[in-house]
Structure formats: C-alpha cells, structure tokens
C-alpha cells in the first residue's frame, strides 16, 4: 500500500540553526509533492510545491529537495525562529487516484 | 489567508444528534474536500467533490454525507451522532487545472466532542 513516513518524533533544534525534515515514500511515483504547516488547533497551510524534474525548490528561508531514485524529500528551515515551531506535513500527489497522500508530519520545535 | 469557512469551530452534542458542519469558500475553486484528522495523526479523506452534483467518498470509511449544491458550499452532515464521532473536521478546496492545481486551501476546522 501507498506509504509516507516522516519523523515520527518531535525535533527539536536551538534558534538560528538549520531544521531539517525527512518525508520518504513508498510503493508509487508522485508527480510533485507538496509541504504544508499546521498550527494546534487549525487547518495546513501550503508552503511548497516540487515537482519530480526539480531538485530543489526555495522560498525565502524554505528549501525543498526531491529525490525520485531514493523516494525522499527534505524540507530545510535556516535561521530557524521560535515562530517556525509547528508540525509540518509531506504529501505527495498521485496521479493515478488524483489526490493528495498525506504524512503524519513531524513537529517541530525551535528553542530559543 | 485562505477565504475558506467553517462553522461551527467548536461543538459540544449528546449522541444521537443531527449536526451539519459548515464550509464556505469564495475562490471559486471547484474542488472540495472533507477530512478528519485526530491528535497527532495524519488527514484521513471522508469525502470530496469535483464541482456541483459532484461528490465521492474517500479512503476512510464515514456515516457521514455530504452535498454539493453550490460552487462555493459543502455541508457534511451526521445524521446521528457517536462519541466515536469525535475528532476534528477540516474542509479545504482546491483548481483541478491550471499553475495551482490540488493546492489545498483548508479552513480552520471543526472539533466535534460527542458526549
């Protein structure tokens, strides 16, 4: 069955360092994959979108890789602040069914 | 901000109920969507629909059922409520063409407590 894992345990990493998360997939090729945050109580919000011919794909502080040979994604937060604390979410998208596949995400947590 | 709505943010109701969760958006996307999502765990697709008439059930099983009348509105509905029920519902529409497609702008989600 189609699979996302991301770190299932909360990462924590001190203010002005470089947060990294893994998103790794199996059983199938998306197309492109997206990242969205997501804040206690509220709705994701989309951060990203890599397709599977890029390698990587910035946004100010944000950086996004894809790598389809190891079925992996990493999303790279630098000069982490205290406010990018939040889960983030992997969720590629699959063209056979048409929808996004969502991971757990990973919480992150950013010390000041 | 996403111009995307749900009401109510919040409900408390006994079991056995009938409620209907709201969701409202005004970008005029075609695509929407239901989810629910407990603590800590991943979005779990109840249902969604491609445009008016339009509506299909998702990966996870769901008593509930939803319409969609208008573009912009998507109610979900239980006809009777379980504590088993209880989780949060988020709603989230997306273009099915175009530069941003299956982007998903989500609301702020309803957390459903049924006692």
């Known amino acids: 069955s189609q699979k996302i894992e991301q770190n299932s345990e909360a990462l924590n990493i001190q203010e002005g360092k470089t947060a990294t998360l893994t998103c790794n997939y199996t ?7 997206q990242w969205y945050r ?30 389809t040979t190891l079925k992996q994604s990493l999303f790279h937060i630098t000069a982490s602040q205290p406010a990018d604390s939040a889960t983030y979410l992997c969720a590629p998208y699959v063209d056979s069914n048409y929808q996004l596949i969502w991971g757990a995400g990973t919480k992150l947590i950013i010390k000041p | 901000e996403a111009d995307i709505y749900q009401t109510p943010r919040y409900l408390v109701i006994g079991t056995g109920k009938k409620i209907t969760l ?22 779990h697709l109840i249902h969604y629909s491609y445009g008016v008439n339009s509506t299909e059930k998702g990966d996870l099983s769901s008593e509930s059922t939803v319409s969609r ?47």
């Open chain 1, 38 to 67: 997501q804040d206690p109580g509220r709705g994701p919000v989309f951060l990203l979108l890599i397709r599977e011919n890029e390698k990587e794909k910035r946004k100010e502080r944000l950086k996004v890789t894809f790598d």
């Open chain 2, 22 to 43: 709201e969701c409202s958006q005004t970008m005029g996307h075609d695509k929407m969507y239901w989810y629910q999502q407990d603590p800590g765990m991943e979005l």
């Open chain 2, 69 to 115: 009348i208008r573009t912009e509105h998507f109610p979900l509905t239980l006809e009777s409520a379980r504590p088993s029920h209880t989780s949060q519902y988020l709603c989230a529409s997306s273009y099915t063409s175009g530069v941003g497609k299956n982007i998903q702008y989500f609301g702020a989600g309803t957390r459903l407590s049924v006692l």
């Open chain 1, 27 to 33: 059983n199938y090729s998306p197309a492109y994959l």
